[in-house]
């Protein structure tokens, strides 16, 4: 089956910098310095990585940082409960815009 989504272009990722070299050095160079050991540890940048993919709906990333959290030994269990977190943060900002609705409809109706 075809589809917009090719699994197999994630793998051409690193040649984006065909177009744009000098941006896309500059961009590998900070997304490499965001993934180093810091405060936080890689293992739980890739879950955080993990859970934002699923919040912004990139296959390509979801692909990516399930790969990398199993292979920094995250269980299904972690991967499950951050990929819930991203849910319900979601969630919570789409209803709390609902705030934004109510204002206007009050204010509309008198």
Known sequence: ???YYNPEDLKKFGSIGEFQKE???????YYGSVFAEG???AREKALIALAVS????????IDAYTT????KGCSEAEMMEAVHV???????????HG???M?????LSM
Do not use: R, W
């Open 99 to 101: 705030v934004q609705m």
């Open 54 to 61: 699923h919040t912004v709906q990139c296959p390509y990333c």
């Open 23 to 29: 941006l896309a050095d500059k961009f590998f160079s």
């Open 68 to 71: 990398d959290t199993l292979e």
């Open 86 to 96: 991203a849910a319900a943060i979601k969630g919570g900002a789409t209803l709390v």
């Open 39 to 41: 405060a936080l540890t």
């Open 103 to 107: 204002n206007k409809a009050k204010d």
């Open 1 to 3: 089956m075809n589809t």
